[in-house]
């Protein structure tokens, strides 16, 4: 008997267990979420911010790639905007409006619109790193205008403008900064943080103006956690060669003593030191570049086989780029004075004591450091021609 | 003898891995980087110092007391009555701390990735499955152990290989910018987390391989060294050095790992991994708590006193603890001295009374 018991009660316990299993009664399915792609967020004309999501629409993507394939342009997102106090208060206004929960898993990209980031990003930041759906790797942008304006876009050939962004983002032509990254530079030794900078490409005659693209213009500067300015895309490229993160370039110049034409090379492997010096109590940065490419196209009638020339050619392109630093120095250290360059950090990393006594004047010490530049440039290979194409070989100079 | 089962020195070594980085991996980084900054990878080595004295009393005390535990000898030690108080401020103690371990992890779950689930049923759970592993006898979780903690270690070393491509090693500088200070500060931590080695004085008398019993504890014991300094680096090489910034440093880590843009959101496969690793830790002191218990009672079974102790160990995690920052400042600022005036500073005491009890008592018999 006593043996019988034992065994109902081992199927109840059984059948206990298994009631565990079903683990239905609060499901959160994919059709019951709204995924985030991309949230822009604006100041108010009063005092709190609008906060923009730009949300994917599966039912979109389910019908098109079952009918015609129209290609880009076809709307698979939506856009909802709400004002808030920040950005937890505007989500709670902007869930009135969607069936869905709204759910932050999959948002790749942050847009700050110009007016907002002016007045200071700090207290938003809080929301995205506190909370725990927003993900640290998301892409961090500043808008020229309205940041809404980058999510209501379709650019044609992405499937919604956030992914458009982030691929622009990893093309690295700019900046390319993680949520993270921002993060550590608001709360470094700089002071100073950068983004880059979106702009609107207006859609072409006839189109709707919803066909624009966004396109990176140039870096946003971040003081303290405010916004200052920003810098050209060309004057970027020389803050990103000042930072180490240079990888692709694309340097066109003429040549001093050529007589028209100008000499492109793709430079694609770079060893870039950057090292803090104290020497007799003034602060300088050596900056030494060694970088190599090979020569894409060659518009003046030299002939890159002659070494002579060659050397006359890297010297042109060593030229160029130390123009770019100097005139990112120029722009960031002299006018605006924000420390983007991260030399804060290198001094505390070089020289932790020296540092220390400077620290809380760091922004009087900052534009007065001398930067000292090395650059060596190597043009490695002359592609697939030898000398100067489509032009008599007698009007090529050889030497 | 309460307990007919046998371990291996190795499954011992697996036991009190899981028993030390079980919990400290999550949150302790973060307070050990509130003052050690970039020195933050320093801290564990010294921490493992608490680790070594914990071990090296505990054997001294096995040699003189074989197959005892301390709850059985602090009684020969002291005498009777001074002896069970003693015994039983090791329980009060053990079991406020597993109390609080499981709250650790509960906070970690609910806070991270089951937002909804009541504390409760998370902390319930988990003792639940302790205390029918407890039940089991050692040799159970020691077996647990052996299969668990290498699949831990692997996802670990897994983990860290996938972070280190978004490390810059330029975040380690200036190593000991103001003196050794920052870093021995950041030391108290986990310093109470690595006087838990005293746990082995629970495992000892049980061992199979007595002779390797020494060399599985160093092993024990530098692993999980390795295993704080390599968090700690890859932390600071990631984050700089704010990480005090971040509630659970390890885990926004691995929230930041991609790999060619498809292989992301691999945290929760992690966090499932150190599920079951604190498991294991929560038997390994809830097995000790409930030997100790039916020790320091003189009961013929340990079994019987498993449930019971579960469930005050469930009330404890929510006793005193009204939030994660209040346990926070007492994991910083309590639960290290604590831990360590009962798994250093007294063993050592009891260490040199008993030596003084020996040599007093052999110098009777010669004379």
Redo the contacts between chains.
Sequence with gaps: MKHKALIVGRIAALLGILQMLCGCW?RTEINDMALVTAAAIDKDERDGIELSLQVFMPRALGSNSGGSQGGGGQKLTLVRSSRGQNIADAVSKIQTKLPRKVFW?HCKVFVLGEEFARKGVREEMDFL?RH?QP???AYMFVSKGKAIETLNLLPPLERYSADMMRKLSELKIGLKVTM?DF??ML??DSKAAALPMLDILPPEEGEQPSQGVPYIAGTAVFKEDKLIGDITLQTTRGVLWLTKKMEKATITVRPKDAKSGFITINPNHHVIHQTPRIVNGKWQVLLSIQTSGDLVQNGTNWDPMNLDLLHAMEAAVQDSIKDKIELALDEVQKTMKADILGFA?DF???Y?RQWGRVKNRWDEVYPTIQVKTDIHVNIRRPGLSTVPVAIPEDEVKKK | MLEKGKISSAQMAFMLFAAVVGTVILSIPAISGTYAKNDVWISPIWASFAGLIAIMTAYKLQSFYPKLTIIQYAARILGPFPGKLLGLAYLLFYIVMNGHGVRIYADFIV??TL??TPLIILVATMILLCTLAVRGGIEGIGRAAQIIVPGYMIAFIALILLILPNCNA?HL??IL?HGLTPSLQGSIPPQGWFAEFFLISFLLPFLSDKKKAKKWSWVALITTTLTLVVTNLVILC???R?IS?YTYPLL?AT??I?LADFF??VESVITAIWVIGNFVKFSVVHYALVLGTAQWLNLSDYRPVAWPIGILTIIISFWSMPSQMALSHYTTFVFPFYSLLFQTLIPALLLLIAYIRMRDSKGDHSS
């Design positions: 609060d898993g790193a725990p993900r640290e790797r993270k993060i550590i709360g470094g950090e505390h990393r070089s932790p | 806070g991270t937002p909804r330029e500088f200036p910018e990631l984050f700089g704010n910034s926004t929230r930041y991609s992301e959101n």
